[in-house]
């Protein structure tokens, strides 16, 4: 059995006592593993751990879905504090800095740590660029194709590269895909590519059905258009649970809670999900 626990999310669970605050943080545990997709912003990510119960020791490895400071920056809390795992999965690019533009001013959105901070810690830092599996039954996904031209990243998101500032296309955004029973599970950070490239892109990498996927789709902003035709494309690819977090937006979950073809929820922190 696979138990997915939602340490942190934007929005509180019927657990009282918990902290919610903008960000993502799931503790993923199987048949012999426990890895910890996302860290949240900061330190409150691990006081709900510690009210949960929720041991962040020992883990196989710790995996960042992309450099915002909402999803990587409780990394740095996480190590500094003694938990976590001596292996750091990211996708390429991942320390490259990250702004928000308003057309005057950038906002720093970056994780907040560098590769001197790791190699301070002995962390052995692993760079997902196409597929690794660092277990039997999980996957790391990225690298993925651009081809649902309506799945368009807003124009405020820039990186600073060495050739100056750019347009952030987000190379750095990775997945985790549960392999339960022939059938796919995939974690989700913000879904900056494309909810519908990641998906589509993982179901031709692994040749296997997705019936369910956990995480921020980053719908919040879109129309209901785009969420409609996001909602069709992933029934017709296999889709049967959708649990939402983080920047997935109230229309989507709205939406969503209509469709007799889907189970929706959504993921608050301490919520959790148990599979196969």
């Known amino acids: 059995m696979i138990r997915i626990t939602a340490l942190m999310d934007d929005k509180p669970s019927g657990r009282c006592g918990l902290s919610a605050q903008h960000g993502l943080s799931y503790l993923v545990e199987g048949e012999g593993y426990r890895f910890l997709f996302d860290c949240g912003q900061g330190a409150h990510t691990w006081e709900n751990a510690q009210n949960l119960g929720a041991s962040l020791e020992h883990l196989e490895g710790v995996v960042l879905s992309h450099g915002h400071y909402d999803h990587a920056g409780g990394y740095r809390h996480l190590i500094e504090a003694g938990g976590g795992s001596k292996t750091l999965y990211t996708g390429k690019d991942f320390f490259e800095p990250k702004f928000s533009f308003d057309g005057v001013k950038y906002t720093d959105l970056s994780a907040g740590f560098d590769r001197e901070f790791l190699a301070s810690h002995s962390i052995c830092h692993k760079e997902v660029s196409a597929l690794m599996e660092p277990f039997p039954g999980v996957y790391l996904i990225g690298g993925f194709p651009r081809k649902n031209e309506f799945e368009r990243i807003p124009s405020r998101f820039h990186r600073l590269t060495p050739s100056g500032m750019m347009p952030d296309i987000f190379d750095d955004?990775?997945?985790?895909?549960?392999?339960?029973?022939?059938?796919?599970?995939?974690?989700?950070?913000?879904?900056?590519?494309?909810?519908?490239?990641?998906?589509?892109?993982?179901?031709?990498?692994?040749?296997?059905?997705?019936?369910?996927?956990?995480?921020?789709?980053?719908?919040?902003?879109?129309?209901?258009?785009?969420?409609?035709?996001?909602?069709?494309?992933?029934?017709?690819?296999?889709?049967?649970?959708?649990?939402?977090?983080?920047?997935?937006?109230?229309?989507?979950?709205?939406?969503?809670?209509e469709d007799p073809e889907i189970v929706s929820c959504h993921l608050g922190a301490g919520d959790c999900i148990f599979l196969g």
Do not use: Y
């Not at 589509?200 to 785009?226: K, N, Q």
């Open 173 to 257: 955004e990775i997945c985790m895909a549960l392999d339960v029973g022939g059938k796919l599970v995939m974690l989700v950070g913000c879904s900056h590519p494309g909810i519908l490239n990641m998906a589509e892109h993982v179901r031709e990498t692994l040749d296997l059905p997705i019936c369910a996927i956990f995480g921020g789709a980053h719908l919040a902003e879109a129309e209901e258009e785009r969420i409609q035709r996001t909602i069709v494309r992933l029934k017709e690819m296999g889709l049967e649970v959708f649990g939402l977090s983080h920047c997935s937006g109230e229309k989507t979950e709205s939406i969503l809670g």
